[in-house]
């Protein structure tokens, strides 16, 4: 009996006879798959237009990218506000998640609540939001004022990663530590996290990413020698096309590519 | 031991109290960037030019066209979105839900990876795929679809395009979820007292996967209402939606209480579908897709 003729499910339908679904399957994996990736050839293209296939290969978008003062300094800023949101939200995120989690307080389900909404708030309202609030207290154009509005978007996904981490830890174990004599702090940092530490580094990686990749809030509250790579990319596409972005857009997708597989990695660990 | 009993209780009180502490930070964040500003906007809607109380803004959404074509838009592309996303979704997520778990890792990175990657991103690859002189035209007029290029971006087409594949992952993800948790013993079950495999799937298989796909396909609703950047560079200035137009009235005319009427009006719509939502599912499974 081949391939074609095998029942596929419990219900014994036949691979041959569902060649259909695997072929659609296949076509919508092509069209989310090749617009994320298309930019890379993209990037090597001599053109001044936009074009694919490119005819002539060439790096001078790279050399463009590089040698703008422009997109460097933004690049610096983007990484920056990045590595801080991370630096702020995953300890922020994790001690909300344990705090609710474990004290089992009636207030904590509110808590909840109140922690994510920034997921459920529509961003374009805390960008305009923030930055009327932070025109008033001169904290726009600051890489305080940005650290700050991604760390409220980065912090419910820490907490939201986290929390489901605590779901599948035993917590007891915290208590026989704390009951041989250490203190809370002491169980937390010695048993507890070196077994979450996947999830942790895993919310970690999602935080940098969330504000690196952050557009809109940026666009409001970014700016002048503070301005993110979102903002000046965003003001490029949408006023004049600069094939420069290409570029930009392929180290974009490199980064993306390689923290993804990096949670992947981490994933594949916790659960052994 | 009535008083050993009292203390404990007030050592359970202080130690829950001081642990609850530890959320006190993101609290702070939360009530700094969230609530005081959304807050201000709230106010500033609803205050008139003379700074008092006043509900011109929302007055002038109901005389004006220009506001009804505003909103309609904002749900028609979100609507046609949600169901683009509904019949590319499905069928993914029912074909990796069938795989071996190795197999299905290796598909869900083709999902994962563009929702990783900035929006910004995707948004340009479509700018530059969908042009005129683009592969997408070259391609159809290749196979006979239509013989001169066809404008495909700066219009409706564009922006459903664009927004589809941003959105697709959103859907994709929570109902995969769902999909997996099915019993495998039902549709066996079913199949086992004479179900054929179409029967098995309409009566036993999508009614399961049902809340995956209403929690999946709420999220993409209600991120498009809100949505602005992909709307802004492929509709290139024609698809006019909530976000948009809030930008463009603070840009344009500098009207606060304008663009935060506006902006109440989104957020009182997004809540009032989360909240019908969660009458019928629990909302961490409207909000990431979880039972």
Same mark, same amino acid.
């Given at each position: 009996?081949?391939?074609?003729?095998?029942?596929?499910?419990?219900?014994?339908?036949?691979?041959?006879?569902?060649?259909?679904?695997?072929?659609?399957?296949?076509?919508?994996?092509?069209?989310?798959?090749?617009?994320?990736?298309?930019?890379?050839?993209?990037?090597?293209?001599?053109?001044?237009?936009?074009?694919?296939?490119?005819?002539?290969?060439?790096?001078?978008?790279?050399?463009?990218?590089?040698?703008?003062?422009?997109?460097?300094?933004?690049?610096?800023?983007?990484?920056?506000?990045?590595?801080?949101?991370?630096?702020?939200?995953?300890?922020?995120? *994790?001690? =909300?998640?344990? +705090?609710?989690?474990? $004290?089992?307080?009636?207030?904590?389900?509110? #808590? !909840?609540?109140?922690?994510?909404?920034?997921?459920?708030?529509?961003?374009?309202?805390?960008?305009?939001?923030?930055?009327?609030?932070?025109?008033?207290?001169?904290?726009?154009?600051?890489?305080?004022?940005?650290?700050?509005?991604?760390?409220?978007?980065?912090?419910?996904?820490?907490?939201?990663?986290?929390?489901?981490?605590?779901?599948?830890?035993?917590?007891?174990?915290?208590?026989?530590?704390?009951?041989?004599?250490?203190?809370?702090?002491?169980?937390?940092?010695?048993?507890?996290?070196?077994?979450?530490?996947?999830?942790?580094? *895993?919310? =970690?990686?999602? +935080?940098?990413?969330? $504000?690196?990749?952050?557009?809109?809030?940026? #666009? !409001?509250?970014?700016?002048?020698?503070?301005?993110?790579?979102?903002?000046?990319?965003?003001?490029?596409?949408?006023?004049?096309?600069?094939?420069?972005?290409?570029?930009?857009?392929?180290?974009?997708?490199?980064?993306?590519?390689?923290?993804?597989?990096?949670?992947?990695?981490?994933?594949?660990?916790?659960?052994? | 031991?009535?008083?050993?009993?009292?203390?404990?209780?007030?050592?359970?009180?202080?130690?829950?109290?001081?642990?609850?502490?530890?959320?006190?930070?993101?609290?702070?964040?939360?009530?700094?960037?969230?609530?005081?500003?959304?807050?201000?906007?709230?106010?500033?809607?609803?205050?008139?030019?003379?700074?008092?109380?006043?509900?011109?803004?929302?007055?002038?959404?109901?005389?004006?066209?220009?506001?009804?074509?505003?909103?309609?838009?904002?749900?028609?592309?979100?609507?046609?979105?949600?169901?683009?996303?509904?019949?590319?979704?499905?069928?993914?997520?029912?074909?990796?839900?069938?795989?071996?778990?190795?197999?299905?890792?290796?598909?869900?990175?083709?999902?994962?990876?563009?929702?990783?990657?900035?929006?910004?991103?995707?948004?340009?690859?479509?700018?530059?795929?969908?042009?005129?002189?683009?592969?997408?035209?070259?391609?159809?007029?290749?196979?006979?679809?239509?013989?001169?290029?066809?404008?495909?971006?700066?219009?409706?087409?564009?922006?459903?395009?664009?927004?589809?594949?941003?959105?697709?992952?959103?859907?994709?993800?929570?109902?995969?979820?769902?999909?997996?948790?099915?019993?495998?013993?039902?549709?066996?079950?079913?199949?086992?007292?004479?179900?054929?495999?179409?029967?098995?799937?309409?009566?036993?298989?999508?009614?399961?996967?049902?809340?995956?796909?209403?929690?999946?396909?709420?999220?993409?609703?209600?991120?498009?209402?809100?949505?602005?950047?992909?709307?802004?560079?492929?509709?290139?200035?024609?698809?006019?939606?909530?976000?948009?137009?809030?930008?463009?009235?603070?840009?344009?005319?500098?009207?606060?209480?304008?663009?935060?009427?506006?902006?109440?009006?989104?957020?009182?719509?997004?809540?009032?579908?989360?909240?019908?939502?969660?009458?019928?599912?629990?909302?961490?499974?409207?909000?990431?897709?979880?039972?």
């Amino acid at each position: 009996m081949n391939w074609w003729n095998r029942p596929a499910t419990e219900t014994q339908i036949t691979h041959g006879k569902r060649i259909w679904l695997y072929t659609l399957a296949a076509v919508i994996m092509l069209l989310l798959i090749v617009p994320t990736l298309i930019v890379i050839p993209m990037s090597f293209s001599d053109s001044q237009y936009l074009e694919f296939p490119p005819k002539n290969w060439s790096l001078r978008w790279y050399f463009e990218y590089f040698e703008t003062l422009k997109w460097m300094n933004a690049t610096k800023t983007s990484f920056l506000i990045g590595f801080l949101t991370m630096l702020v939200a995953t300890p922020l995120g *994790t001690m =909300a998640a344990y +705090a609710l989690y474990v $004290s089992g307080h009636p207030a904590a389900k509110a #808590i !909840f609540v109140l922690l994510i909404t920034p997921m459920i708030v529509p961003v374009i309202l805390i960008a305009i939001g923030t930055f009327y609030a932070f025109g008033r207290i001169g904290l726009n154009n600051t890489i305080g004022g940005l650290v700050l509005a991604h760390t409220a978007l980065a912090a419910p996904l820490v907490m939201i990663i986290t929390t489901s981490a605590f779901r599948t830890y035993d917590m007891n174990q915290e208590r026989v530590a704390r009951s041989l004599g250490a203190s809370r702090l002491k169980a937390f940092m010695l048993i507890t996290l070196p077994q979450i530490r996947f999830s942790v580094i *895993t919310s =970690a990686l999602l +935080a940098f990413l969330t $504000s690196f990749d952050e557009v809109i809030i940026s #666009i !409001f509250i970014s700016g002048g020698v503070n301005a993110t790579l979102t903002k000046h990319m965003f003001s490029a596409l949408r006023d004049f096309i600069d094939p420069t972005i290409a570029a930009i857009s392929t180290i974009m997708v490199l980064i993306s590519t390689t923290l993804l597989l990096a949670t992947q990695f981490l994933g594949n660990k916790s659960t052994k | 031991m009535l008083l050993n009993e009292k203390e404990l209780r007030r050592q359970t009180f202080l130690e829950q109290w001081n642990l609850l502490s530890l959320s006190l930070p993101s609290i702070l964040v939360i009530i700094l960037i969230i609530i005081v500003p959304v807050g201000w906007l709230f106010y500033l809607s609803f205050t008139g030019k003379g700074g008092d109380f006043s509900l011109a803004n929302y007055e002038k959404m109901i005389i004006y066209k220009s506001y009804a074509r505003v909103f309609m838009t904002t749900f028609q592309v979100s609507f046609l979105t949600t169901l683009v996303c509904i019949l590319m979704g499905y069928p993914l997520a029912y074909f990796m839900a069938q795989l071996s778990d190795r197999m299905a890792a290796v598909c869900m990175l083709t999902v994962l990876l563009p929702f990783w990657t900035s929006l910004l991103v995707r948004t340009y690859a479509w700018l530059v795929l969908l042009q005129k002189k683009g592969i997408l035209n070259d391609f159809a007029i290749e196979i006979g679809l239509w013989e001169t290029p066809i404008k495909l971006v700066h219009n409706l087409t564009g922006t459903l395009i664009g927004m589809a594949h941003i959105m697709l992952p959103f859907l994709i993800l929570p109902l995969y979820g769902a999909m997996k948790r099915i019993e495998k013993d039902m549709t066996h079950a079913a199949a086992n007292l004479g179900a054929t495999p179409i029967q098995v799937f309409w009566k036993v298989f999508f009614p399961l996967s049902l809340p995956g796909l209403v929690a999946g396909s709420l999220i993409v609703f209600v991120l498009c209402l809100g949505f602005y950047v992909t709307p802004a560079v492929l509709g290139g200035g024609r698809v006019v939606m909530v976000a948009t137009q809030i930008t463009a009235i603070l840009e344009n005319q500098f009207n606060w209480g304008a663009a935060s009427s506006l902006g109440v009006v989104l957020l009182v719509s997004t809540l009032l579908i989360l909240v019908l939502a969660a009458r019928f599912l629990k909302l961490d499974q409207v909000l990431f897709g979880r039972n």
